[in-house]
């Protein structure tokens, strides 16, 4: 299994541009999440997934569109990007229902806007 | 959820074991605590969870006291392989619980 998997590793932006960060996970997981995470800061919940087709804001949605067509499949969309979303954002999934299950994370992908 | 206060850093030896403590004195009946860490720059990763009693595995031991308002991640033998960032989450049914939400957590340092 090649667990939870995101795509690019690294992308630069210019302000206003617009981008889609992938992330699939081969684990048959309900429940998909994405962080993002600034420097020397914690992990802040941008939008999170319980099942295909339903989807739902964390902490930190302004600016971000996600979308879950597929169980395997939990896209973040940034439209017009701005410097406040340079950050790493990290996808999680984890199987179970309701609170149990542990998260197994992506190896993060890393935005910068200039 | 039950809110979580971990300090925001311990130094530890190598060789010592390590012991993070969390605080989550409102946490109700049902919430679980997670234990995770995260090594610099990569994803997190999952150590332990437990309702009341004390847990082991092969990673780490988890300490609830009896009236679960506390906890302790101890780990063994600290290497310095174990140098992260470690978070403490109560996560149970009384609100979303759905969702997981991670707080600053603690930056353990293993010093040689």
């Known amino acids: 299994n090649a667990g939870v998997t995101q795509t690019p590793k690294f992308r630069i932006l210019k302000i206003g541009q617009s981008m889609t960060l992938q992330c699939a996970q081969d684990?048959?997981?309900?429940?998909m999440y994405w962080y993002r995470q600034d420097p020397g800061m914690g992990l802040k919940l941008i939008y999170y997934s319980v099942g295909a087709g339903i989807t739902d804001k964390g902490e930190v949605p302004n600016g971000y569109n996600v979308s879950r067509s597929t169980t395997e499949d939990f896209p973040l969309r940034l439209e017009l990007a701005a410097p406040s979303q340079t950050s790493v954002y990290f996808c999680a999934s984890r199987a179970g229902t309701g609170i149990h299950g542990e998260l197994f994370f992506g190896e993060g992908s890393r935005l910068t806007v200039l | 959820d039950a809110k979580t206060t971990q300090p925001t850093s311990m130094d530890c030896a190598e060789g010592r074991a390590a012991n993070l403590p969390c605080n989550h004195s409102?946490?109700?009946?049902?919430?679980?605590v997670y234990w995770y860490r995260q090594i610099h720059s990569q994803g997190p990763q999952y150590i332990i969870h437990g309702l009341k009693n004390n847990e082991t595995n092969e990673m780490a031991s988890l300490i609830i006291t009896e009236d679960r308002k506390s906890s302790t991640l101890i780990l063994p033998h600290a290497t310095l392989r174990d140098t992260a960032v470690y978070y403490c989450?109560?996560?149970?049914?009384?609100?979303?619980?759905?969702?997981?939400?991670f707080g600053p957590g603690t930056s353990l340092s293993v010093i040689p």
């Open positions: 989450i109560v996560r149970g049914p009384k609100t979303s619980y759905d969702k997981v939400i």
């Open positions: 409102t946490i109700s009946g049902n919430e679980y």
């Open positions: 684990m048959n997981h309900n429940y």
